[in-house]
């Protein structure tokens, strides 16, 4: 199916739909996915009036910590936004929030080893050996890295199928990552429990829709070529 | 830095003392000239709550003295960050919720109920349980169970001198506190994080020992709603979460009060809760703490038995198995 064939053809030509997202929409949603991490810098550095109050290590860490698994919701959501709009704009945000998932991530872990560990490289090692928690979120990261790596096109053209079974692993760190959260609340688990319920219908959603497409004559339309989420 | 914030309004940048002013105002009030002066601003039993009742914004200077045996050399933390970080459920599980959610909080009228095995028991005032208390100022060590810690110059008078006003009998082997149960001013209080109403206890000897404060203020003025007023506990051996706040009801038993956090998460929270380098939390370790306030690089330190205070109540726990009574 070409992708012009969506609700969002409309009369505009592939062409100038294509370069509207490119040189407009996509800049404008990089930007927005950067303001948290523009907030956190300049609260660092009391630019701007802004301040991250009385311990902004932690701030950092968990704010780091929940755009994360904010990004691996939103790049979770994009195949099913596809699926209700039938409109094929959703996946081509999908690689850029999962690029930022893995940013946030990145920063996460910086802040959590440099800051909060003040940089003892044994200390870290203790937690990921000792503190569960902390095991599941490092293989979380560790597993984020090869789908990084693995996000360009040419690297999807390359491995082909295997891209897309490889790319599923972005299911088991998502939770992980939800796990990871839960486990370090001391008490109020009403935010984990916000995040897994999102995961469950996420996953929950693929799982229905692989159960429909088995049975013949349902079979829900495939509309990118490659389909990992 | 961090300390012109404008995040929390509530606090207007002139509340917040620097510490060098702090210094020098506490010297005076303790020079003797500047003592007469504080008098007429008023002592408890007067209308030394009445700041606190009309806000927050600017709470009431109280009259004490400084005890300098009693007080840890360390630089305080700002005003600010000690009024704007707290663990306070009542008032919602962030650390910024307390001091968003309590300034309405009324600490006027307040009573406070003692009962249990005492010889004195009922119902007083709040005028009635701190009149004949001169005030102190205490700089103490704050290390919570969560890892990171901070000083604070509380004001206050030792737990002790008020029980012995209770005459407790042979049979009080703790005293147990309460906080208010209010819900329609304690919105943490409508959730189920925790059973309500928070309960904390001490075993007596804990309760009686020097250091054992009742604060009703910090930094010189009358405690903030979001740090326990208008009578709170400081246990500054123990991690924070023993340091109940709100207190309404005092109870003399002879068994171990059931505590708030012990009995919602044994495993992880003591009734003793000694600050303890040695015995981990089970989902994090407890050998080093975060020191609020300096700069964001080093803050981590190591965390010192009885958090520094070992010398001073090491000698009650001896013969226990510590990693056992956590």
């Given amino acids: 199916m070409p992708p012009s064939q969506g609700r ?7 062409g100038a739909r294509l370069r509207a997202i490119r040189w407009a929409l996509k800049p404008l949603v990089f930007i927005a996915c950067l303001v948290p991490a523009f907030r956190l810098t300049a609260g660092a550095f009391g630019f701007a009036g802004i301040s991250l109050g009385a311990d902004p290590v932690m701030v950092m860490l ?116 939800v796990c990871h959260y839960w486990w370090q609340v001391k008490k109020d688990i009403r935010e984990p429990l916000l995040y897994a319920g999102g995961l469950t219908l996420l996953l929950g959603y693929r799982l229905w829709k692989q159960r429909r497409s088995l049975l013949p004559g349902i079979n829900v339309a495939r509309v990118a070529g490659t389909d990992a989420s | 830095m961090r300390k012109n914030s404008t995040q929390l309004g509530k606090i207007a940048p002139s509340d917040i003392t620097p510490y060098h002013k702090y210094l020098s105002r506490r010297a005076l009030l303790t020079g003797g000239i500047g003592l007469a002066a504080a008098q007429t601003i008023g002592r408890f039993g007067g209308n030394a709550f009445g700041g606190a009742a009309i806000g927050q914004s600017a709470p009431a ?24 970080y707290n663990n306070y459920y009542e008032f919602g599980t962030d650390k910024s919720d307390p001091a968003e959610n309590a300034q309405k909080f009324r600490t006027q009228p307040w009573n406070v109920t003692v009962g249990g095995e005492a010889e004195v028991t009922g119902t007083f005032t709040l005028e009635d349980i701190l009149k004949p208390h001169p005030l102190e100022e205490r700089i103490y060590r704050m290390r919570c169970v969560e890892a990171w810690s901070m000083i604070v ?68 003025k009358a405690m903030p709603n979001q740090n326990g007023a208008p009578l709170r506990l400081i246990v ?35 009734f003793f809760a000694n600050v303890n380098p040695a015995v981990d939390h089970p989902r994090w370790s407890q050998a080093t703490e975060r020191h609020l306030g300096g700069s964001l690089f080093g803050q981590r330190k190591p965390t010192l038995p009885f958090n520094g205070y070992g010398a001073q109540v090491a000698s009650l726990y001896g013969g226990m198995d510590l990693r056992k009574y956590f």
């Avoid at chain 1, 969002?8 to 592939?14: K, W």
């Avoid at chain 1, 082909?160 to 939770?175: E, K, P």
């Fill in chain 1, 62 to 177: 968990h704010t780091c910590g929940k755009w994360t698994l904010n990004f691996l919701m939103i790049t979770l959501c994009m195949t099913p936004l596809r699926d209700f709009t039938r409109s094929t704009l959703w996946l081509r945000f999908r690689r850029m929030f999962g690029l930022f998932a893995f940013f946030y991530v990145l920063l996460h872990f910086a802040v959590y080893l440099l800051l909060d560990q003040a940089g003892k490289l044994g200390a870290l090692w203790q937690d990921v050996i000792k503190r569960p928690y902390i095991t599941i979120g490092m293989s979380a990261l560790l597993m984020l890295i090869p789908l990084a790596a693995t996000s360009t096109a040419k690297a999807q053209r390359r491995l082909g199928l295997r891209w897309v079974r490889l790319h599923r692993l972005i299911y088991v760190i998502a939770g992980l990552g």
């Fill in chain 2, 153 to 220: 110059p509380w004001v206050g008078f030792p737990l002790g001198d008020l029980i012995r006003r209770f005459k407790p009998t042979s049979k009080a082997k703790f005293v147990e506190f309460r906080t208010l149960y209010d819900p329609k001013q304690m919105p943490g209080e409508r959730t189920g994080v925790l059973p309500w109403p928070y309960v904390e206890g001490l075993r007596m000897d804990e309760a009686m020992h020097p250091l054992t404060l009742m604060a009703v203020g910090l930094y010189g």
């Fill in chain 1, 8 to 14: 969002d053809g409309g009369a505009r030509t592939g």
């Fill in chain 2, 61 to 84: 200077a109280l009259t004490y003295t400084r005890n300098a045996a009693m007080s840890v050399m360390d630089t305080p933390n700002s005003y600010m960050d000690i009024t704007t």
């Fill in chain 2, 236 to 270: 500054p051996w123990k991690y924070g979460f023993k340091g109940i706040k709100a207190i309404v009801s005092i109870n003399f038993t002879e068994k171990a009060p059931q505590t708030t956090w012990a009995s919602s998460a044994p495993a992880e929270y003591g």
